[in-house]
């Protein structure tokens, strides 16, 4: 179906028209098998939600303040950083992620310097891309799936927003070579070295020890799908979350190395909302929605009525947490849970997860006020 929209925004006025889209993209409805105009609805509902007043608010309290020197910069992030002075040490794709926020907090703020800010960060990890879609460093799948996801996300917001025009350029140069990579992830070599056959490789291993990079992945290969009209890339992106809904476990745990962990179980959900909304059909998402249900409902059960999040036991963050990649313990995530509650909210119209959302904003922010 071709929808006229300069013939609904004559009848309704284009304030109108936007909020009936908005209320329309929030619904389960807003699915679509392939990519349509329904796909413009579900990104226009999650541009609504990333720029809403409580994940703007938990956002600016999470990130810096603008570079004064940005433009100057050449938008290398953290090791990243680092690297550019000594290539001795070691650099990884998925720091150039931090470009999607700065995109995120410029359209929330209407600041066009944080997106032009976060597009040259995006833009330092796509100048060393190699020719075959990867990234030359250890671990190239996983740290460039993130880095996938950030910068396809990117481009559905911003081409769903006022300032498409104005950075059309950027993200047409970024384009090609988002495709490039997604296609490298799902290279039969890659494929089968990161997603082996179960039947073959019955062993838990290497990607699938960990739940959340199923919905990571699905996330990243799914949005890149969206914007290229790619089949291939979606079906993956569909074996890639049913098969994180069978790894969850009978509690609502999404496992992470052989346990359970409220971090990773967050950022797992941060994807997997994503994808849910911007990429699932009607059917992918009837499968999901138990398993969402499930797994939110467990770490509902691990917040206090303070806010404070229960981290005992778990795997990969926390008192026994493991190393980071810059070397110092990985700690409880309180950001991650308090967005992606916040994210079910708007799919379920569920009050009660705002409230969940909201105490974890307001622990972890008093929490850095006493650490002062």
């Known amino acids: 179906m071709q929808i006229d929209f300069t013939k609904l925004i004559l009848f309704f006025g284009k304030k109108t028209l936007l909020l009936m889209l908005g209320l329309l993209c929030c619904t389960p409805v807003c699915g679509a098998a392939n990519v349509s105009s329904t796909n413009v609805f579900c990104v226009s509902a999650n541009l609504k939600f990333e720029t809403s007043p409580l994940v703007r608010e938990a956002e600016s309290a999470a990130q810096k303040n603008l570079p004064s020197d940005w433009q100057n910069r050449s938008g290398a992030i953290a090791l990243n950083a680092k690297w550019e002075t000594n290539q001795s040490l070691p650099w990884f794709i998925e720091y150039q992620k931090d470009g999607y926020d700065w995109?995120?907090?410029g359209l929330a703020d209407g600041d066009s310097d944080k997106v032009a800010w976060g597009l040259k960060i995006l833009g330092w990890g796509w100048a060393r891309m190699e020719a075959d879609g990867s990234f030359k460093h250890p671990d190239s799948y996983h740290s460039g799936s993130f880095f996938i996801e950030a910068t396809a996300h990117s481009i559905l917001l911003l081409d769903n927003s006022p300032w498409r025009a104005e950075f059309a350029g950027q993200l047409d140069a970024f384009k090609p070579k988002l495709l490039a990579a997604a296609r490298w992830m799902i290279r039969p070599d890659i494929d089968a070295a990161?997603?082996?056959?179960?039947?073959?490789?019955?062993?838990?291993?290497g990607e699938r020890r960990y739940a959340h990079r199923r919905f990571l992945d699905a996330a990243a290969l799914g949005e890149v799908a969206v914007i290229f009209h790619d089949q291939p890339l979606r079906e993956k992106s569909v074996w890639l979350a049913r098969n994180g809904i069978a790894f969850q476990q009978g509690d609502g745990v999404n496992p992470e190395r052989g346990g359970h962990d409220t971090s990773y179980q967050?950022?797992?959900?941060?994807?997997?909302?994503?994808?849910?909304?911007?990429?699932?059909d009607d059917a992918t998402r009837a499968e999901m929605k138990p398993m969402l249900d499930k797994a939110f409902n467990w770490l509902q059960a691990r917040v206090s009525p303070d806010g404070k999040i229960d981290g005992t036991g778990n795997t990969r963050t926390g008192p026994a947490g493991e190393l980071g990649r810059n070397g110092k313990p990985k700690q409880l995530?309180?950001?991650?849970?308090?967005?992606?509650?916040?994210?079910?909210?708007?799919?379920?119209?569920?009050?009660?997860?705002?409230?969940?959302?909201?105490?974890?904003?307001?622990?972890?922010?008093?929490?850095?006020?006493?650490?002062k």
Do not use: M
């Not at 941060?270 to 699932?280: E, F, G, P, S």
């Not at 705002?354 to 008093?366: L, V």
């Open 103 to 105: 995109i995120v907090s």
């Open 194 to 205: 990161n997603w082996p056959d179960d039947e073959h490789y019955p062993k838990i291993f």
């Open 266 to 280: 967050a950022l797992g959900l941060l994807y997997a909302c994503r994808y849910y909304q911007i990429v699932a």
């Open 333 to 371: 995530d309180y950001h991650t849970p308090a967005v992606v509650f916040a994210h079910w909210t708007q799919l379920t119209h569920n009050s009660d997860w705002e409230q969940t959302a909201r105490r974890i904003f307001a622990f972890e922010q008093k929490s850095k006020v006493d650490a």
